[in-house]
């Protein structure tokens, strides 16, 4: 079946610092990424949508300057969190749209758990 | 506003029993509708989807029903293992476009 990667898996980093979240589809291309950000005990919320090629679209309330997101290929997406505070603690899931045959389904990478001292 | 919503919040059987997840929707204009497990820490894992021209889709075990009049999908397992034990959430896709609305979660035990 098709397989989504993410990296790093967990991160710790310094308030103000710059994190780094690649998510890569490792055996099929996928036109559209999709970032879920996932706090303790909730469910998962739709941060943006990137499409390669183009700039990402970004949900209500979500800061585009603070999340950057790139999508420089047809096989990988990636999430920059700029400055981070300790209330971007969460779980970063990304999620990538298969082309053909399997475009009805998502497929989900195993998340990055990022914490911010 | 389009939501979704999952009851029960937790649910604890013993082994070999049936159960049913719940999830509703407020929207019935939906274009298809998945069942995904996660496991504590991990990513989601697809189950089943459903398209919203289908009323039921089927795979070992689990069977998943759609009903777009009462905006309502089930999620029936039967015959609960330990191993079964895991989050299960449902999201929605009303455009085509692959953007999911996820309800809270039912977070299930099954207790040997």
């Known amino acids: 079946g098709a397989v989504v990667s993410q990296h790093p898996s967990r991160v710790i980093c310094k308030s103000g610092t710059s994190v780094k979240i690649e998510c890569r589809s490792l055996?099929?291309?996928?036109?559209?990424m999709f970032w879920y950000r996932q706090f303790p005990k909730q469910s998962l919320m739709l941060m943006a949508t990137?499409?390669?090629?183009?700039?990402?679209?970004?949900e209500q309330g979500v800061e585009k300057d603070k999340f950057l997101i790139n999508h420089a290929s047809l096989t990988l997406s990636t999430l920059t969190v700029t400055s981070a505070h300790p209330e971007d603690s969460s779980f970063y899931i990304c999620?990538?749209?298969?082309?053909?045959?399997?475009?009805?389904?998502?497929?989900f990478g195993p998340g990055t758990r990022l914490l911010v001292l | 506003k389009q939501e979704v919503t999952q009851i029960p919040a937790a649910l604890s059987v013993p082994e070999g029993e049936n159960l049913v997840l719940n999830c509703s929707f407020t929207d019935s204009a939906i274009y298809n509708l998945q069942w995904f497990r996660q496991d504590p820490g991990k990513g989601l894992t697809s189950l089943l989807l459903?398209?919203?021209?289908?009323r039921e889709q089927t795979s070992g075990r689990l069977n998943a029903s759609l009903d777009k009049s009462s905006g309502r999908s089930t999620l029936y397992i039967a015959a609960s293992q330990p191993g079964d034990s895991a989050t299960y959430l449902c999201?929605?896709?009303?455009?085509?476009?692959?953007?999911?609305?996820f309800g809270q979660g039912t977070e299930l035990s099954v207790k040997p």
């Open positions: 459903i398209q919203s021209s289908q």
């Open positions: 055996d099929f291309q996928a036109t559209t």
């Open positions: 999201a929605v896709d009303y455009n085509q476009g692959g953007k999911l609305i």
């Open positions: 999620s990538a749209r298969a082309l053909t045959p399997y475009q009805e389904t998502q497929y």
């Open positions: 990137s499409n390669e090629g183009s700039k990402a679209t970004y």
